[in-house]
C-alpha cells in the first residue's frame, strides 16, 4: 500500500490530534469531506488504520515495570501453543517471532520488581517455553512511534521553481 502526501497529511492530523472529526478534517486539510471519508475508508481497508481505539498508558493504569523477555521454545511444535498460552497472560502486551539466540521477543508489564517475578513465572509455566532470558526497561528514550513513517512512506513534495523561458512548456 502506498500512501500520497493528502494521506499523509490525514495521518499526521489524526496523530496529533486523534479526536477530530471528518468535517473538521477536511475543513483542515482543503478538501472535501468525502475526499477524506474515502481516504480514512481505504486506510482502514488497506490495514494502514488499524484502530481508532485510544493509546493507553501501562503504568498510569498502575504497572509501572516494563521487560522483555526473550524465550527459547521447544522446536518442532510450532509457535501456536506458545501464543495461546502468552494471549491468557494479561501483563504480556506484545509477542515477536525473531532471529537470533531466541525465537520469541516478548514486551510484559508488572506493578513492582516483585509482580515482574511472577509473571515471568507465568510465561516459562508454558509447556513449550524452554528458557527465558528478561530486561527490565529503566526508561523510555523513544516512545512508539510512526509517524516518522508516514512522511517516509508519502513521496517527497515536489519542487516546482520558475520555468525556464528559454524551454516551451510540456503538455
Known amino acids: 500500500m502506498s500512501i500520497d502526501r493528502l494521506d499523509a497529511a490525514l495521518l499526521d492530523l489524526l496523530h496529533a490530534e486523534p479526536k477530530v472529526g471528518v468535517l473538521e478534517a477536511s475543513r483542515r486539510l482543503g478538501v472535501a469531506r468525502g475526499t477524506v471519508q474515502a481516504r480514512l475508508d481505504r486506510l482502514e481497508r488497506t490495514g494502514v488504520i488499524t484502530s481508532s481505539a485510544p493509546t493507553l498508558d501501562p503504568e498510569a493504569l498502575g504497572f509501572p515495570v516494563v521487560a522483555f523477555a ?7 511444535n510450532g509457535h501456536a501453543g506458545v501464543v495461546e498460552h502468552l494471549t491468557a497472560i494479561p501483563e504480556v502486551l506484545e509477542a515477536h517471532t525473531i532471529t537470533g539466540a531466541g525465537d520469541v521477543l516478548v514486551r510484559v508489564v508488572a506493578r513492582t520488581h516483585a509482580d515482574l517475578q511472577r509473571v515471568i513465572n507465568s510465561i516459562v509455566d508454558g509447556h513449550n517455553v524452554l528458557r527465558s532470558s528478561t530486561v527490565i526497561a529503566t526508561q523510555t528514550q523513544i516512545a512508539l ?16 521553481g520558475p520555468r525556464d523561458s528559454t524551454r516551451p512548456a510540456e503538455n
Open 70 to 76: 526473550t524465550l527459547e521454545i521447544a522446536q518442532g
Open 145 to 160: 512511534r510512526h509517524d516518522q513513517l508516514v512522511r517516509a512512506a508519502a513521496p517527497p513534495p515536489t519542487v516546482s
